[in-house]
């Protein structure tokens, strides 16, 4: 993969040398999924972040990757619900543990949505 992965950087690379708008280039599909990804969540406004490749991240950046705030994380770290380690002084989380606290997140916010959805309809408030 890693060798597909380089001529796809540089494949990119060389198309946005030239100018214009627009660019032409032939990708993987790996990359071209990925890529379709960024656009589509850019697209439908949620935030896009691009890691360092790290494999640990400090509280105010997995409030970046959750979509919450710095002092959000924290509490989810004093509750064992997000797990960390110290390295010093300093509180680290794995990227795997982000990841996997958003996938256990997703379905108990989607019943939430749906549920504050019914709320509206039953009360009249929306059009």
């Given at each position: ?63 970046a ?56 309809d ?6």
């Amino acid at each position: 993969m890693g060798t597909v992965t380089t001529r796809d950087s540089q494949a990119l690379r060389r198309a946005l040398e030239g100018d214009g708008d627009e660019v032409s280039v032939s990708l993987s599909r790996a990359a071209a999924e990925m890529a379709a990804r960024v656009v589509d969540a850019e697209v439908s406004g949620r935030r896009v972040v691009i890691s360092h490749g790290l494999d640990e991240v400090s509280p105010a950046e997995a409030g970046a990757l959750l979509g919450m705030s710095r002092p959000q994380v924290r509490r989810l770290m004093d509750r064992n619900e997000l797990p960390f380690r110290m390295v010093g002084s300093h509180h680290r989380i794995a990227v795997a543990d982000v990841e996997a606290f958003l996938a256990a997140e997703r379905p108990r916010r989607r019943a939430a949505l749906a549920r504050f959805s019914a709320l509206e309809d039953e009360f009249g408030l929306t059009e």
